[in-house]
T-cell receptor, first 112, second 111 residues
């Protein structure tokens, strides 16, 4: 049983570019959440997707957008990248009423 | 903003010793969870304690919750080198679906 998978594992971009990160949830999970973790900090909630809709959003600008597909996989898109967007981006999945999150290994994004 | 704050920021102990880390939070919660993160990769869920519970055990882990003080503690008994990791508390803070994480405690267990 595969857990949460994320791709790519590492990514280097330059300021102003756009990036798309991908996530496949754990089998049986229909809810996907995205978190941003800066170096030395705890994860910060970006948004959560359920039934292909954004169910809740954290304090992130509109440059951050997402999508959930019918197979429950999800994408995180970030436009007009800033240096401050450099971070580990974590995807977590759960059943719709689940409280415990299952995390992927993350995508390390570096913006130069 | 971070809801929880872990204390200490860093902890270094020897194998066999107990490790205690604390978490304080600001608003009412439904539950509090502890997660572990190895080498800046994905987080692994350790234990969940509900607001009406005061103590919970799972293997070598013991978690306490004091809602009147808005604080929790995680005790790892008989630590092993493999316990070396960062530990985060996370609260739902009644905010719906988001989990609010603290900055974490970095635990180093030396042989």
């Amino acid at each position: 049983d595969a857990g949460v998978t994320q791709s790519p594992t590492h990514l280097i971009k330059t300021r102003g570019q756009q990036v798309t990160l991908r996530c496949s949830p754990k089998s049986g999970h229909d809810t996907v959440s995205w978190y941003q973790q800066a170096l030395g900090q705890g994860p910060q909630f970006i948004f959560q997707y359920y039934e292909e809709e954004e169910r809740q959003r954290g304090n992130f600008p509109d440059r951050f957008s997402g999508h959930q597909f019918p197979n429950y996989s999800s994408e995180l898109n970030v436009n007009a990248l800033l240096l401050g967007d450099s971070a580990l981006y974590l995807c977590a999945s759960s059943p719709s009423q689940g409280e415990k999150l299952f995390f992927g290994s993350g995508t390390q994004l570096s913006v130069l | 903003s971070q809801q929880g704050e872990e204390d200490p920021q860093a902890l270094s102990i020897q194998e066999g010793e107990n490790a205690t880390m604390n978490c304080s939070y600001k608003t009412s919660i439904n539950n509090l969870q502890w997660y572990r993160q190895n080498s800046g990769r994905g987080l692994v869920h350790l234990i969940l304690i509900r607001s009406n519970e005061r103590e919970k055990h799972s293997g070598r882990l013991r978690v306490t919750l004091d809602t009147s003080k808005k604080s929790s503690s995680l005790l790892i008994t008989a630590s092993r080198a493999a316990d070396t990791a960062s530990y985060f508390c996370a609260t739902d803070a009644g905010s719906g679906y988001a989990l609010n994480f603290g900055k974490g405690t970095s635990l180093l267990v030396t042989p």
